[in-house]
């Protein structure tokens, strides 16, 4: 059978880091997706096509009559590296192995904190299983994509690959194994935008670096942890009253909060700064830190004029509604 899945990218509004230590996180899929085709092989061989595998940013510097271009095409590897595993353990999973061939499309830029590596996997767990010929629940879909994401990173939570597959405005908390996932069923219309800078560091170094101060300073990280919960747990009500000061003000204060963790970096905080004093409600980086993205709030009238100046600073701007359908998957019955 042949077949076609798309899933979304995210945007970590509230929480992250924090999710991973038992606090709950609040998360939106966007409006950009992944598409990954799938066609079965006869001769039993996998093949990955990567096409449009957009990469954030490219560096030309002139010196001396000499022309360098740097790109962040290194992002792309590890990319592929998730459509591997994902064919790895969807068919260990299943116990069956098929040829396929899979073509993979972006939407969006990867390693840009947008959750490509996520939807990559959990679009690829899908096509694969049911090129051939085997269904899987949304349950399934998302707990392998979380397998995939741990076995290749090393270190995740299941934020990601969860919101990647259901989709909306979701509060997620997990402790070990126990996921526990609150669709908060509130509309798309945040009018937000995000910009994204060059990254320095991966999500894994970020992770680590939390997990290491936390375990020297137990006492002063935690509590930095446990107030990031609060901060999540008072937004979820100001999200569901769609109090966009008070959203703002959350934003504001869990971004002062990633940034006393160490996550946070000059030219983020340069943009975070630049974002309020244009007339954004609220800012904050989105996602691991280190570079990649910054999310800023602001009223409907003032969004243009913020991401303007946003753009000054950063490599690219992008408006986005939020709590687009989760993966979503179209069988071609073969005839
Ligand atoms: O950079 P991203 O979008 O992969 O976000 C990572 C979020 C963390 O909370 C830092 C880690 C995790 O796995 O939840």
Known sequence: MRVYVTAPGKVTLFGEHAVVYGQPAIVASIDKRVHVFAEPRPDGTITIEARDLRVPGVIVTYKEGEVTVETEYGLVLPAISY?????????RYLDSRHGVKLVVRSEMPV?????????????TIAAYAYSGGYELSRDEIARLGWEVEKAVQGVASPMDTSITTYGGFMKIEYSGEIIERQNLGVNGDLPIVLAYVEREFKTRDMVLMVRDKLSKYPQLYGRIIELIGEVTRAAEKALVRHDLHELGLLMNLNHGLL?????????LNEVVYAARSSGALGAKLTGAGGGGCVIALSQSEKLETVETIMRFLSEFTMKTSLGSEGIKVEIEKSS
């Not at 591997?84 to 068919?91: F, M, P, Y």
């Not at 390693?111 to 490509?116: E, I, K, P, S, Y």
């Not at 940034?259 to 030219?267: A, E, M, N, P, Q």
């Open 83 to 91: 459509l591997n595993k994902a064919v790895e353990l969807t068919s």
């Open 111 to 123: 390693g840009a904190g947008l959750g490509t590596s996520a939807a990559v996997a959990v679009a």
């Open 259 to 267: 940034d006393s963790l160490g996550v946070s970096t000059r030219k």
